[in-house]
């Protein structure tokens, strides 16, 4: 079997186009990667071998260590749910992770690497370290264990009541509090629940109610822990302009201090009674002995915060005031030293100051309308330096120094947020010669002499262009170019993110520069973004700036901004009062602004297609344009229908169109809706017409542009593949696949384009991960075509399906195709793999027509190499090479000016950009292809002749005279 | 009547749910040894993760190599290691129980697209897996080379032409008269 595979292997290797593989040197130089962490939700600033590491645990379920000095990953690990806990203590970082179970993870603070693990069937609630040696305490659902290192076992559990919410765990000697939130019910109030715990040995101790009115989230409670004096709450009931705070384990006397001046003396009750408290110490590792916390209050129309330490003088416990910060929509946030920061919105940017300890202050210039008001800050010390970190609510992370007000480095974590990103084409550089050929226009230039002279003057202004640029005709990498600036093979895209954060970010494909940013809200709310559209695009030496428009959603609201793609101005902001249900473009442009137009489609008892740009002129546009439009609605995961409508154009007064049932398509009883795949933009183009066989006859092939693809869950086990007419609800094709498992560990994925569907599934062991492949023909019998007089939905035959499976290499979350200018290079079917590489398979692997047995002369003729299930993973073909692009959910496609030439991209968590030539390099020079000897050699052909031709006259003269 | 039936279907549903819950669940343990491949494990602390069914159940890997995977059944598993720069070999894990109660796993080497054999040989448990090979992405450019050059097609054409143009004058001065003679007659 062993040596079938192989031979297997070697034929596939010999037979197949040879796709080029990347060479060592362009690494780097055609592609580019950025690992991402997604926006943090904790930053812990810690040093460790005199290297100052900030250690974030973030919304996209990352643990990471940046390095203070650089912004570069340390060290990261995506986690297998949401972060319960996060802690950093002794050279050792903790999580709790996970969704339905939970996960303690115990890693090396330098290195990243795991130093033991323990998993809980349940939800984790907060994990803390045990002070003084290397154990955990956990608790997941209603049981809090300790946990200990090297032991699979945990050293005690213990189940908890369920009469409180339990989220906060403190441990102080020899006792384990865990504190929760107590329901209110008819005979008490809400309230909080403490139980103590023997830490030793797992024995309840006690158990109380305590802080009646508050919950442990709400700015009205903080926890502070101190080796030295103990554990404490600290809290203001609701409507008391009186503090509490109490010792925990202590219940007679139930609180240790009380008093309405315990924080600031100047507040007077009014200002009191709206005042909340935050802890600065989210990490009891950051202070071990003087725990601190802040109160923010409006006083006089000011918004104010000061920042408090508790500790003890004698038996009597005390609270210091720290810092006093002005603090409108400030974000605090302590160090491991004494000092703490207030980072707050000036007019240019945020202001920074750092107290307590050392006196700093310093400035952010930066627009909020591009990466939002701050959201969080962290103080890190490099050496003596101070580092304040600033994250803003976009996601971006910018580190800031005292005495400039321009970042040390920055990163932008929204990208790790990205939902959808569009590609747009930049205009080339204008040469000279274009420039006189705008100039050399008649309207400008009426002259026909003039123009003449222009001409020739700019045809050898652009010769010296060209030997000035070392005879630079193969070479599309220009890095001093400016991310919104093209060349001339289309290499240099604009990249155009738009991320649930609410950030619209715009990156050259070439080296992922940054272009420009923008913050979308709905008033204070940011836009969760959904889909990116390039509505205008780039046209050369027009004055007419190409557009991207951003869309997504917002409370009940629709928002939908138009950019401009060069600069990144908004050009428009409307807020259409709607709740898509599927957002497309439409097949008209808006005679106003000369846009694509954009539709909405709103399910609901009166359904109907929303028109942007909201303008009645624009909804007539797309009526007076377009043949009937179709739009199908109900295919999101869960439906068990999938209804057609058609758009209706009569009296036309509203920015938005009614739409009328057209078909329905119901799926068989107990089967749901998985998954819907269709073309992406230009995916259904081809440049021929069908495949030629060995004998030189015609299999004409099905192109549908309103092809669909619906995936359904059955409730008897499998799944059932659907292809439909999107037009006319037609069923096409289907196909089920009794043994397919299709879950969040297994994500159902397919790719569309020309006239072949590639999806892959799990289907149980043996067979693992299967890929197959579906394409579709006229005709079953070669040159034979669909008989039908016009190209209609309504009239076109079934199609012919060719099917065929293999068993995939690995688990892949996102599957994608090449697109080139005239779809003449055959396409790479690129697969986004669980493992973070980004694999590129030819079509000729994943071609149904591959014979089972030795393929016979036609069949070499056309191509064909023999079946074998196992798709290779060939190393050749990872275009992410040493990269682990981490979180593929999408993979996009676009095309250069050169036919041979894609731009692939990559991205959910990571972010990878790549190009790739499916066929080889046939239209372009090697890159070692010498144009100086080309230039040497005929010159010296040249001279050569010059020189023989004399001696040549003189031999022949010779012998004439012999 | 209609209340006891109740009653009787929700005794089913806890006990169903019970059995469910109860259903008892087993680690598998396995380090990732040193090799001439892959010579220092730690760099796959961060680099690299055992993944169970293609993703249903992960591990990380610790320093050392080691790692545990929590969690699964009894059944069939596949575990792979899914590391962005080394290969390894797939395993097939088949988690049994003994008649006296205890667990037994059972872990073959296996290919994927093959049927599993039952023949193949047992690993030894905790299981000791080392890399395979390290990937090599890169295609390495090809540098000047005399023997490619001549041995370009446009190259032997130019040298069948030389040859045509200085060597075949120089047999003809060579050949006997009368033969040549007799040549130039033949192509008259």
């Known amino acids: 079997m062993l040596a079938r595979l192989a031979l297997t292997a070697l034929t596939l290797a010999a037979c197949l186009p040879g796709a080029r593989a990347l060479f060592p040197d362009e690494a780097g130089r055609i592609d580019w990667y950025r690992a991402q962490i997604g926006a943090p939700t904790a930053l812990i600033p810690h040093t460790h071998n005199h290297t100052a590491l900030l250690y974030a645990a973030t919304q996209r379920n990352v643990v990471a260590a940046l390095r203070a000095a650089d912004g570069q990953l340390a060290w990261r690990h995506v986690l297998d749910g949401p972060i319960s806990a996060f802690s950093v203590r002794d050279a050792r970082v903790l999580t709790q992770s996970g969704a339905n179970h939970s996960h303690v993870h115990v890693w090396d603070a330098a290195s990243g690497g795991l130093e033991w693990s323990f998993a809980q069937p349940a939800p984790g609630r907060g994990a803390v370290f045990v002070r003084d040696c290397a154990d955990v305490i956990a608790l997941a659902g209603d049981a809090l264990v300790r946990l200990a290192p090297g032991s699979s076992e945990p050293v005690w559990e213990l189940p908890l009541n369920r009469t409180a919410a339990y989220s906060r765990i403190v441990v102080h000697n020899d006792a384990v509090f865990a504190i929760g939130d107590a329901p209110q019910t008819r005979s008490a109030k809400r309230r909080l629940h403490v139980v103590q715990v023997d830490a030793a040995t797992g024995a309840l101790r006690k158990q109380y109610d305590t802080a009646e009115g508050i919950a442990l989230r709400g700015g009205s409670v903080v926890v502070l822990e101190s ?55 989210i990490d009891a590792g950051l202070n071990d002995n003087t725990p601190r916390f802040s109160l923010s209050y409006s006083k006089d129309g000011k918004s104010k915060s000061v920042v408090v330490e508790m500790f003890r003088d004698g038996d009597r416990l005390e609270m210091r005031k720290v810092a006093s910060f002005l603090a409108d929509g400030s974000a605090i946030a302590a160090s491991p030293r004494r000092s703490v920061v207030a980072v707050r919105p000036t007019d240019t940017g945020a202001a920074w100051r750092v107290r307590g300890g050392d006196k700093h202050a310093g400035d952010y210039t930066y627009a909020r309308s591009a990466y939002g008001p701050v959201a969080r800050a962290a103080l890190v010390y490099v050496g003596d330096e101070p580092r304040v970190v600033v994250q803003t609510r976009s996601g971006q992370l910018a580190a800031l120094r005292p005495g400039s007000s321009e970042p040390l480095w920055t990163r932008n974590e929204a990208l790790g947020h990205a939902a959808d990103m569009a590609f747009l084409t930049l205009p080339p550089p204008a040469s000279a010669a274009e420039h006189a050929a705008k100039e050399t226009d008649s309207s400008v230039q009426p002259s026909p002499v003039a123009r003449y002279i222009l001409r020739w003057v700019a045809t050898g202004r652009a010769l010296v262009e060209w030997v000035a640029a070392g005879f630079g005709i193969a070479s599309g990498d220009r890095p001093a170019l400016a991310p919104t600036e093209g060349d001339h093979f289309g290499f240099r895209k604009l990249a155009v993110f738009g991320a649930s954060t609410g950030a619209v970010t715009a990156v050259s494909s070439q080296d992922g520069a940054h272009a420009w940013s923008h913050y979308l809200t709905h008033g204070r709310t940011p836009v969760r973004i959904e889909r990116v559209f390039v509505t205008r695009s780039s046209q050369a030496l027009s004055t007419d700036a190409p557009v991207i428009v951003a869309a997504g959603r917002a409370r009940n609201a629709t928002v939908v901004a138009a950019f401009d793609a060069l600069t990144g101005r908004v050009l428009s902001e409307d807020t259409l009062p709607l709740i898509y249900a599927r957002a497309f473009e439409l097949p008209a442009t808006d005679p106003a602004t000369g846009q694509r137009l954009l539709g909405f489609a709103v399910a609901g008892a009166e359904p109907r297609v929303a028109v942007w740009p909201p303008t009645a002129d624009a909804a007539r546009a797309l009526c007076a344009h377009t043949a009937p439009l179709y739009v199908e609605l109900g295919d999101q995961a869960g439906s068990t229908a999938v209804h057609g409508y058609r ?14 049932p057209a078909w329905e398509f119901v799926l068989p009883a107990g089967e749901t809706l998985i998954s819907a795949t269709r073309y992406e933009h230009g995916a259904q183009h081809t440049a021929l017409q069908g495949r030629v066989l060995g004998d030189r006859s015609v299999l004409y092939k099905y192109i549908n542009p309103h092809l669909g693809v619906l995936a359904t869950q059955r409730a008897a086990g499998g799944i059932a593949v659907y292809l439909i007419d999107r037009v006319s609800g037609r069923l096409l094709h289907s196909v089920v696949h009794e043994q397919a498992v299709v879950s969040r560990a297994h994500p159902f994925v397919a790719t569309l384009s020309e006239n072949r569907l590639v999806y892959q599934f799990w289907r149980g062991l043996p067979a693992g991960y299967v890929t197959a492949v579906a394409e579709l023909f006229e005709s079953d019998r070669p040159d034979t075509r669909n008989e039908s007089p016009a190209v209609s939905s309504l009239d076109l035959q079934l199609p012919s399906v060719v099917m065929a499976a293999f068993v995939a290499p690995e688990a892949a979350t996102a599957l994608g195709t090449t697109r080139t200018g005239s779809s003449i290079t055959t396409r790479d079917v690129l697969f986004g793999l669980a493992s973070g590489k980004l694999l590129a398979l030819p079509d000729a692997l994943l071609d149904p027509r591959r014979p089972m047995g030795a393929p016979t002369k036609d069949e070499q003729a056309e191509g064909l190499v023999a079946y074998a299930a196992p798709l290779p993973l060939d190393p050749r073909r990872v275009l992410s090479h040493g990269h682990a692009v981490a979180g593929i959910a999408h993979v996009r496609s676009a095309p250069t000016h050169l036919e041979s030439t894609a731009l692939v991209a990559a991205f959910g968590l990571d972010v990878f950009f790549s190009r790739t030539s499916p066929s080889g390099l046939f239209d372009q020079l090697s890159p070692t292809f010498s144009k100086a000897n080309l230039v040497i050699t005929s010159l010296a052909l040249v001279a050569g002749c010059l020189l023989g031709a004399p001696m040549v006259r003189r031999k022949l003269t010779t012998r004439a005279w012999a | 009547m209609l209340i006891r039936l109740l009653l009787i279907i929700q005794s089913v549903l806890i006990l169903a749910a019970t059995v469910l819950a109860l259903e008892k669940t087993y680690r598998l343990r396995g380090t990732i040894a040193a090799n001439d491949v892959l010579g220092d494990v730690s760099e796959l602390a961060t680099r690299a993760e055992a993944v169970v069914n293609g993703g249903e159940h992960r591990a990380f890997i610790q320093k050392d190599g080691s790692f545990v995977v929590e969690n699964l059944t009894l059944g069939d598993w596949l575990l792979e290691v899914a590391s962005a720069d080394y290969a390894f070999p797939k395993i097939h894990v088949h988690i049994a129980t003994s008649e006296e109660g205890r667990a037994s796993v059972a872990a073959r080497y296996v290919q994927i697209g093959t049927e599993w054999s039952e023949d193949a040989p047992v690993l030894a448990y905790p299981l000791k897996i080392e890399a395979s090979a390290k990937y090599d992405f890169f295609t390495p450019r090809q540098g000047f080379s005399i023997v490619a050059m001549f041995s370009n097609p446009y190259m032997l054409m130019v040298g069948a032409s030389l040859a045509a143009i200085f060597i075949m004058p120089k047999l003809q001065a060579n050949l006997d008269p009368e033969t040549l003679k007799e040549l130039q007659n033949k192509d008259e």
């Open chain 1, 227 to 281: 080796r030295e004096y103990g554990a404490y709450m600290v809290w203001r009931e609701p409507e008391n302009i009186v503090w509490y705070v109490h010792r925990l384990g202590l219940t007679a006397p139930m609180w240790e201090l009380y008093h309405a001046k315990l924080v600031e003396i100047e507040l007077m009750p009014p200002d009191m009674l709206t005042s909340t408290i935050a802890e600065l110490d």
């Open chain 1, 647 to 660: 758009v209706a154009c009569a009296d036309v007064t509203e920015p938005w169109l009614a739409a009328e």
